[in-house]
């Protein structure tokens, strides 16, 4: 399995960016996917993640202006964030979860693409 990011770029602040990611391989039984990101010097931490069933959950810093959605016949996620601040500069991954056993999951990282938000 594979996961590959797209729509990366230096961006102006209050300008919009929006992310694809597009699962391949052998996929099934998917659960969540979302998208992380990994500021200069800081851990990897969650942006946006949606579940199988279409519900959502975003960081404090994003609410309000980050839109996650799922296209399950393409096996792709998306992220829309608006309004950008120089904050939501790193490297952004995407992240795919799929059931493993009933305890447990297969984890699939993306390649992350960069986000650099100018002031």
């Known amino acids: 399995v594979q996961l590959q990011a797209y729509g990366g770029g230096l961006v102006q602040a209050g300008g919009s960016l929006r992310l694809s990611c597009v699962a391949s391989g052998s996929i099934s039984s998917v659960k969540d996917m979302g998208w992380y990101r990994e500021a200069p010097g800081k851990q990897r931490e969650l942006v946006a993640v949606i579940n199988s069933g279409g519900t959502t959950n975003y960081a404090d810093s994003v609410k309000g202006r980050a839109t996650i959605s799922r296209d399950n016949a393409k096996n792709t996620v998306y992220l829309q964030v608006n309004s950008l601040k120089p904050d939501d500069t790193g490297v952004y991954y995407c992240?795919?979860?799929?059931?493993?056993?009933?305890?447990?999951?297969?984890?699939?990282w993306g390649q992350g693409t960069q986000v650099t938000v100018s002031s």
């Open positions: 992240n795919m979860k799929t059931v493993a056993t009933v305890w447990t999951d297969y984890n699939y």
